[in-house]
């Protein structure tokens, strides 16, 4: 699976049509190690032929990937590896701490990660600003 690809798939179930090329390059690099070959092809057939009109897309996306229980839980992979940075059921010590600090979760959960406070020395003294 290319990067264009993996990247139109990932705005298709993730809901964010912002999503960071440069980190989806990085994203599909890990994604490409956990990945069957053979299912990863699959599902490389299965995006490449999705309609553009947004409404058929996610009808096609509903029948043709989330129907399938192989290509269902790559589409799940796919979806922890944005929200979280990290892959379902590995333990790798390789995650680049980037693809930690940019899950989706934690604009979701309107929070920052641990041990990435994004403010200055002594900020947790004064209220939130929202």
């Known amino acids: 699976m290319d990067n264009a690809l993996f990247l139109a798939l ?3 179930l993730i809901g964010d ?3 960071d090329p440069r980190l989806a390059a990085g ?10 070959t053979s299912t990863l092809s699959r599902l490389h057939t299965v995006v490449a032929t999705l309609p553009y009109d947004p409404a058929a897309r996610q009808t096609a996306i509903s029948s043709e990937i989330m129907a399938d229980d192989e290509l269902r ?3 799940k992979t796919i979806i922890v590896l ?3 940075g990290d892959l379902v059921n590995t333990r790798t010590t390789d995650m680049p701490a980037e ?8 604009s979701v959960a ?5 041990g990435l406070s994004g ?5 947790w003294t004064y209220p939130p600003d929202n």
């Open 10 to 12: 990932s705005k298709d």
């Open 17 to 19: 049509p912002d999503l």
């Open 27 to 36: 994203l599909l690099e890990r994604f490409v190690t956990v990945a069957d």
């Open 73 to 75: 839980e790559l589409a």
């Open 82 to 84: 944005w929200y979280t």
């Open 99 to 106: 693809h930690y600090f940019s899950g989706q979760i934690w």
């Open 110 to 114: 309107r929070a920052h990660p641990p």
């Open 119 to 123: 403010g200055y020395f002594g900020h």
